[in-house]
């Protein structure tokens, strides 16, 4: 049974860090939507639908939804291949019904194969892009879109390139506003006093000050003025029809149209994993450790993609970038969340005048400060200590991650990891030399407390060197989970080979492993909570202790 949330029991913190993902989110939704091709309050609509709906509807507590840097690459090229917005927004409406047939088909447990230290590296490596991407919009230069985490830019530029064109296009104005306040959100965790007003955030009273400060400079005419380039730019509606044109329908008279499929198929794809990724994320820095159910998420998110493709908006995942500042500014349920979305909402209708009057540079202070919570040093000594089965998937992940994409950086990171784990089952097997045993001896094999195929090819071997007229235990006490391909090849020695070269063969707690691994409870425990998963365990799935043959 779903233990009940009450979603106002820690409103004060909640509505804080609300409204710090709401001074992210704003620039990134526009951001995303211009790099996409697509109409600016598109990028809006998602993030609402994102705060609003998926909010209300997954059960993760730290996870914020709205448009991707991700899909900016194919929304942009799928919206100048189908000709029109309105054809695009069917492939949407089309992906979120592919997402709710994957949670419903329980594809969300995939998740569960993520291994630790490659979430950890796509963290980190996401932390440093932040942070890197951001000193450009600290110091006033704004070329490259927000919301960006490519490697290479559409500018022609790259991560690294643009921060050294910076030299040239040094703003004062921009940097006196991110050192100011930067200045507030650090003094804001350090200064007792200042600690407890957990009411009003940090990023609110730096951006109310850089707003006012750069208001003085402008009526005085002063070089720090910061110009509108370097502001957030939201679309004002001057009249109800053009607020009227912003809601756009998708088109389902292209319903047979080929590419109107593959662009949905593709979206919902790409969007999943994503969300699977950010998903674990976020579960990874929970302080209260809490597991989110990842087939309600891609469900939820199948809703919040045929609603938001329903009124006009762009399709959404789960983001990193915002679930980050929701956790650093101390978040404690998804109220925070929906908070953000509220305000979106309501920013957009009331205010949209006041709200482009914020400097670019004084949201780039407070994503400077996430990105280096990510990627804080200590996450990588940590790993470091851990040997390197653990440190080179995470290195390789976090490296990956910097100079490519999320995607290309985590199938890095599990391609290593599984080949890492194939070479330990490998080099388990060849360990075993057919001189070691004599005839007459008892030779145990301990199975461990997980035996996946994965282990098949180690047990095999094993059994291949047993010489004749032995006498073989094969103990399955300790093991909660046998796969059947394990099973079928120790029944097919002890039956055939077994017989033939007189081995004597006695298996122990067989039955009672598995029994276990097959039950329902065992299944949900694996699935939702302990998340037993060959790929994030050291154990060893056969262990060998020959004695002498005593009666």
């Not at 969300?275 to 820095?285: F, Q, W």
């Not at 309501?346 to 202070?365: D, F, G, K």
């Not at 006498?471 to 090849?489: G, M, Q, R």
Request: proline share 3%.
């Amino acid at each position: 049974m779903t233990k009940k949330i009450n979603l106002f029991a820690n409103l004060k913190s909640d509505f804080a860090s609300g409204l710090v993902v709401f001074l992210v989110a704003l620039p990134l939704c526009l951001g995303i939507a211009l790099a996409s091709g697509a109409p600016l309050f598109s990028g809006i609509i998602s993030g609402i639908v994102g705060g609003l709906v998926v909010g209300f509807l997954s059960q993760s507590h730290l996870s914020v939804s709205g448009p991707a840097a991700g899909l900016t690459a194919i929304v942009l090229t799928a919206i100048t291949d189908l000709g029109a917005f309105n054809v695009f927004l069917l492939a949407v409406f089309l992906a979120g019904i592919i997402q709710l047939i994957l949670g419903f088909i329980k594809a969300g447990t995939i998740s569960n194969y993520f291994p630790n230290n490659v979430i950890e590296g796509m963290l980190a490596g996401i932390g440093v892009i932040i942070f890197l991407k951001q000193i450009p919009h600290a110091v006033g230069y704004d070329p490259d879109f927000e919301g960006d985490e490519s490697y290479f830019q559409i500018d022609g530029q790259n991560t690294f390139s643009e921060i050294f064109s910076v030299l040239n296009h040094i703003n004062l104005g921009s940097v006196l506003i991110t050192l100011i306040s930067m200045t507030i959100l650090i003094a804001w965790t350090k200064i007792d006093f200042l600690k407890r007003l957990k009411l009003v955030p940090a990023a609110l009273i730096a951006v109310i000050l850089s707003v006012v400060l750069n208001e003085y400079f402008i009526q005085a005419g002063s070089v720090l003025a910061i110009e509108k380039d370097h502001l957030v730019s939201l679309p004002v509606p001057t009249s109800f029809d053009e607020f009227k044109s912003i809601i756009v329908t998708p088109d389902f008279t292209a319903i047979t149209n080929t590419k109107v499929w593959i662009v949905a198929i593709t979206i919902a794809v790409v969007a999943s994993i994503e969300t699977l990724l950010c998903i674990e994320a976020a579960d990874r820095m929970d302080a209260q450790k809490r597991y989110t159910n990842t087939n309600v998420e891609l469900k939820a998110q199948g809703i919040g993609n045929i609603i938001s493709s329903l009124i006009g908006g762009l399709p959404m995942t789960s983001v990193v970038v915002r679930t980050s500042a929701n956790n650093a500014a101390g978040a404690k349920s998804k109220m925070s969340t929906i908070i953000h979305g509220s305000l979106l909402l309501i920013s957009v209708l009331a205010i949209p005048v006041v709200l482009n009057r914020i400097p670019l540079a004084t949201l780039a202070a407070v994503l400077l400060l996430v990105g280096y919570k990510l990627a804080n040093p200590k996450t990588i000594k940590h790993f470091w200590k851990k040997g390197k089965y653990q440190f080179v998937p995470f290195i390789a992940t976090f490296v990956a991650v910097v100079f490519t994409d999320l995607l290309k950086g985590v199938a890095l990171g599990m391609i290593i990891s599984i080949i890492f784990v194939l070479k330990g089952n490998m080099k388990r097997a060849y360990n075993f030399r057919k001189e070691e045993y004599h005839d007459g001896d008892i030779i145990h094999i301990d199975l461990a407390q997980e035996v996946s195929f994965l282990n098949k090819s180690a047990i095999k071997s094993t059994l291949l060197e047993i010489p004749e007229n032995s006498k073989v235990v094969i103990n399955a006490t300790d093991t909660v989970y046998i796969a059947h391909d394990v099973l079928d090849l120790i029944r097919e020695f002890k039956k055939n080979r077994a017989k033939e070269e007189n081995i004597k063969v006695k298996l122990v707690g067989f039955k009672d492993a598995y029994e276990l691994a097959n039950s329902d409870d065992f299944k949900k425990t694996v699935t939702f909570e302990n998340k037993y998963d060959v790929l994030k365990r050291k154990s060893i799935a056969v262990e060998i202790n020959k004695t002498e043959f005593n009666d």
